[in-house]
């Protein structure tokens, strides 16, 4: 690399490749690259052909030069020096640069994992051995700074020889190749990489007994010609009782000849308008939620009428090619991660939490956690709960908190993970479901289940317990036990082991 022509300059800036980044000099970390312009998540930012070198050659000569800052572990055991951009990515703790291996081409493939600004620096996750104390300035604001041994906690696996170059895309979804679709095309239930698990507790109310009722005011209206007003809602919405809290519900009720008016669920009587010929506000049990099937609309439109809403609570939104392709590269990592995991002394136990698909700003910085309770001796170090904590860390040393004010923040809201997602190899134990409810994590995606340790339908089913004050999406990543190829499957954990 040292001959370069487009490096030869540290100070100089070279735009380099189709997404224009360029290369420039970073105090403390030698050259770097740069975004040129501003890059969009998921965009393959570069293609680097790599140069093969034996394992015995490598060890002979290699591991004696520079060459080994810049060498990739191959998955046969020879050590690859990618050529081009590949070779300058710096280690961030927080990379904005994902990779993977293209063994049929002899290339390493470089993808933003985030929207990328511009001038910002591109960074890769070199793994946790590193030979070098490492400057980690995610982002232009240059905002952390951690050195080894000041900050960090110790409890991070090791071993590491190198880079650990990452396994080729498996079992990409047919989903995603196909010509001509729009990231914001919906993809079809069938064609999604993953299962939905079904919660039990969303089986609707479908016996009078089950309908679950609020207590709310509501008034007769007596002359039939204010009806056409209030349905106009000019009056309700002046008088603040337009509110979503009974959205599910329809206004009037009509028995008879009387019609009756749904006010709002407020402690106290509402006042009414005095120009309008009103009875007085009195209270009436209406369901708390909207009707699923038509049994339950039947029996809840016999305390209010009631909105029909067939689709399932558990159902989550509609997936896009885009949503896909963001939840595919998820997987990716996890698989990289894992992988380098496999080579600590630590179980192979990872969590990766992205930057979330629609709204990157609640969380700028993906992260990345293993599970640590070997090296720390510490039984409570699981990666989904050092995967909460790292998000909090994160959130906590922002200049401007990302939610909420520097007063929440300080009483330990950067802990609630509200509309993030988390990815991880393993289905989480009891303990770190029941830490993801108190977050409130949207939804959690693992790739193999834990039937006798699990918690999130492995050995209990933590989300659909009665009383628990939240509840996520849990959904399964399908075939990770038979991917094709020799050496994807992932490395095994012992059935007991509550992940
Ligand atoms: C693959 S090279 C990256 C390009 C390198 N900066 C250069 O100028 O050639 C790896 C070397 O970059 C430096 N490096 C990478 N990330 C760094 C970081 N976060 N902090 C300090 N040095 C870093 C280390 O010297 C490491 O051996």
Same mark, same amino acid.
């Given at each position: 690399m040292a001959g370069c022509p487009a490096t030869a300059n540290d100070t100089d800036e070279h735009i380099l490749n189709p997404q224009q980044c360029h290369v420039k000099h970073v105090r403390g970390k030698g050259r770097g690259v740069f975004a040129s312009r501003a890059i969009p998540a998921r965009t393959i930012i570069e293609v680097s052909p790599v140069l093969l070198f034996a394992k015995d050659e490598y060890n002979a000569h290699?591991?004696?030069?520079?060459?080994d800052h810049y060498a990739f572990n191959w998955r046969d055991g020879r050590m690859a020096l990618p050529l081009g951009?590949?070779?300058?990515f710096n280690h961030s703790e927080y990379p904005n640069v994902s990779y993977s291996i293209d063994t049929t081409r002899d290339c390493i493939v470089y993808t933003s994992t985030r929207t990328i600004g511009p001038d910002e620096e591109l960074c890769i996750f070199y793994g946790h051995n590193l030979w070098f104390n490492p400057v980690d300035v995610? *982002?232009?604001?240059?905002s952390t700074s951690v050195t080894a041994?000041?900050?960090?906690?110790?409890?991070e696996w090791a071993s590491l020889a190198g880079i650990q170059a990452s396994l080729p895309d498996q079992g990409i979804p047919t989903a995603l190749l196909?010509?001509?679709? =729009? =990231? $914001?095309d919906a993809i079809d239930e069938d064609d999604l990489p993953f299962t939905w698990k079904r919660l039990?507790?969303?089986?609707?109310?479908?016996q009078i007994n089950d309908i679950e009722l609020v207590q709310a005011w509501v008034v007769d209206i007596?002359?039939?010609?204010h009806i056409a007003t209030m349905l106009r809602q000019v009056w309700l919405k002046r008088s603040g009782?337009?509110?979503?809290?009974?959205?599910?519900?329809?206004?009037i009720r009509r028995q008879g000849l009387t019609s009756t008016l749904l006010l709002c669920t407020s402690p106290h009587a509402p006042t009414l308008p005095g120009d309008t010929a009103l009875g007085a506000p009195y209270q009436v049990s209406v369901p708390c939620n909207p009707a699923l099937t038509q049994t339950s609309l039947h029996l809840k439109n016999t305390y209010w009428p009631t909105v029909f809403t067939p689709?399932?609570?558990?159902e989550p939104e509609k997936w896009t090619r885009g949503k896909l392709k963001w939840a595919c590269n998820a997987i990716d990592v996890l698989k990289q991660e894992c992988h380098k995991a496999a080579?600590? &002394?630590?179980? #192979?136990i990872v969590a990766f939490v992205p930057s979330?698909?629609?709204?990157?700003? &609640?969380?700028?910085q993906s992260v990345v956690a293993y599970d640590t309770r070997t090296s720390t001796c510490?039984?409570?170090?699981?990666a989904a709960l050092n995967a909460i904590r790292k998000v909090a860390d994160f959130r906590a040393a922002? #200049?401007?908190?990302?939610?909420? $004010?520097a007063t929440q923040n300080q009483s330990g809201s950067q802990y609630l993970l509200t509309g993030l997602t988390l990815f991880t190899t393993h289905e989480p134990c009891i303990m770190c479901t029941m830490a993801l409810l108190h977050s409130r994590m949207k939804e959690i995606f693992y790739?193999?289940?834990?039937?006798?340790?699990?918690g999130c339908g492995g050995v209990a089913c933590v989300p659909a317990?009665?009383?628990? *004050?939240h509840r996520f999406t849990i959904a399964i990543w399908k075939n990770s036990y038979e991917?094709?190829?020799?050496?994807?499957?992932?490395p095994t954990l012992d059935p007991e082991i509550d992940a």
């Open positions: 290699g591991r004696h030069t520079l060459l951009l590949g070779s300058l995610p *982002n232009e604001s240059g041994g000041s900050g960090q906690e110790l409890d196909a010509g001509n679709m =729009d =990231d $914001d039990s507790l969303d089986k609707e109310e479908e007596l002359d039939h010609k009782l337009e509110t979503d809290a009974l959205s599910h519900l329809k206004r689709r399932r609570k558990w080579t600590s &002394d630590e179980l #192979p979330p698909y629609a709204n990157e700003d &609640d969380l700028p510490h039984p409570l170090r699981h922002q #200049p401007t908190p990302v939610r909420g $004010d790739m193999y289940a834990m039937p006798k340790t699990g317990l009665k009383g628990v *004050n991917e094709a190829g020799d050496t994807v499957v992932l």
